[in-house]
Every structure is written in structure tokens, then in C-alpha cells.
């Protein structure tokens, strides 16, 4: 079964600062990945999704792009931050064993814009 | 009308009980159906699948109400580990999540 990292775990950031954060697989090949955005006390909401390589769809308009460079990386990124980017950031693809219908999650990053 | 709403909660209740609760989605189209538990601060996992003929997992039940259009969670003989967050994810061409519904199970 597949392996999800994600880093770091938790950020802080202030209000206009450059957001980065990393989504790796393991034990997968050419899976589709997304990201995901939990907001306190709402459920979660799809950003972006991939299919492959430089292939990235966006499910909502914001201040946020997203990346993916190789087949397993996933990247999040912002140049300026805003107080409504905090949350609780999942990267997810369909588990390799199981419905794949269904998400598998990383971690996550806590991410709170000050 | 949100694709799917559920009771936010808590339900606050008694170790040993039985709680329920449901979730309703506004897509007729929904193909697939799951509950997902997420404790806090930490990410979702899938709890399990939700069939037309409902299906059970030891003491947690689901069902499909097609015609009503809402699924439903029953947990027996409730313990602490039960505390969290169950989300009701609907699936049509994509997938949706609730924003979830907190149990608190008390000693």
C-alpha cells in the first residue's frame, strides 16, 4: 500500500509571506494526486488535482497554484499569503489496495497565517 | 443548499450507547457513498463503504436511503475510542465531504 508524506507538519506564517509545502508518494506509480483545504470547523475543500507530470487542475479561484515536477511530488505553493489561507492542508490519491473511488491522506499541514 | 449537509454536532454521549446519525446530499446522480473518521487534529480515514443494502462492521451500520436521498452511521455499545469526527463523503463525477459530525463518547 501507498505511503504518504507531507512536510513540514506545522507552519506559522505572516499575512503577505511565500507558502510552500511538499507532498510525496510511496508505493505507488502514477498516481493521481490532490489537495485538499480544511478550514476550522468546515469540511474539507478540493484545490487542486493532477492526473500526471505538469498536468494540474484547479477547483476553485484563489491566491494558491500547485505543482507537480515528478510523478510522485506534489507541491502547494503561494507567493502571498492571506489571514483566509489558514487551515489544515491534506494531500490525497486513491489507495493502490481498496475502491478508488474512495481517498487516502497524508498527514497533513497545519498552516496558520498571522 | 450545501451537496451535503450534516449535523455538526457533538453528540455527547454515554460509553455503551447506541448513537446514530445521518447526512443528506442534494445530488440524485450520487453514485457512491462512505463515512470517513477523523480524530483530532489528524487527517480523515475511511471507515467504510456505504451499500443500498446497507452493510455492517462489527458494532457500525450504514445505510443508503436513495429516495430520501440521505445516508446514515449507527455505532452500538459506543466506547471512548469512538471520540471524533465522522465525515459523510458523497461521490458523482466528484467526490464531496460534509464538514463532519463530532462525537464525544463520555466514561
Known amino acids: 500500500s501507498q505511503t504518504i508524506h507531507q512536510w513540514p507538519a506545522t507552519l506559522v506564517q505572516p499575512v503577505g509571506s511565500p507558502l510552500s509545502l511538499e507532498c510525496t508518494v510511496e508505493?505507488?506509480?502514477?498516481?493521481?494526486l490532490y489537495w485538499y483545504r480544511q478550514a476550522a470547523g468546515r469540511g474539507l475543500q478540493l484545490l487542486f488535482y493532477?492526473?500526471?507530470?505538469?498536468?494540474i487542475s484547479s477547483e476553485v479561484p484563489q491566491n494558491l497554484s500547485a505543482s507537480r515536477p515528478q510523478d510522485r511530488q506534489f507541491i502547494l505553493s503561494s507567493k502571498k499569503l492571506l489571514l483566509s489561507d489558514s487551515g489544515f492542508y491534506l494531500c490525497?490519491?486513491?489507495?493502490?489496495?481498496?475502491?478508488?473511488?474512495?481517498?487516502?491522506f497524508g498527514p497533513g499541514t497545519r498552516l496558520t497565517v498571522l | 443548499r450545501k451537496e451535503v449537509e450534516q449535523d455538526p454536532g457533538p453528540f455527547n454521549v454515554p460509553e455503551g450507547a447506541t448513537v446514530a446519525f445521518n447526512c443528506t446530499y442534494s445530488n440524485s446522480a450520487s453514485q457512491s457513498f462512505f463515512w470517513y473518521r477523523q480524530d483530532c487534529r489528524k487527517e480523515p480515514k475511511l471507515l467504510m463503504s456505504?451499500?443500498?443494502s446497507g452493510n455492517e462492521d462489527g458494532r457500525f451500520t450504514a445505510q443508503l436511503n436513495r429516495a430520501s436521498q440521505y445516508i446514515s452511521l449507527l455505532i452500538r455499545d459506543s466506547k471512548l475510542s469512538d471520540s471524533a469526527t465522522y465525515l459523510c463523503v458523497v461521490t458523482s463525477s466528484k467526490i464531496i465531504f460534509g464538514s463532519g459530525t463530532r462525537l464525544s463518547i463520555r466514561p
Open positions: 508505493g505507488t506509480s502514477n498516481p493521481n
Open positions: 493532477s492526473v500526471g507530470i505538469g498536468q
Open positions: 490525497a490519491c486513491p489507495p493502490t489496495s481498496g475502491r478508488g473511488d474512495t481517498q487516502y
Open positions: 456505504v451499500y443500498s
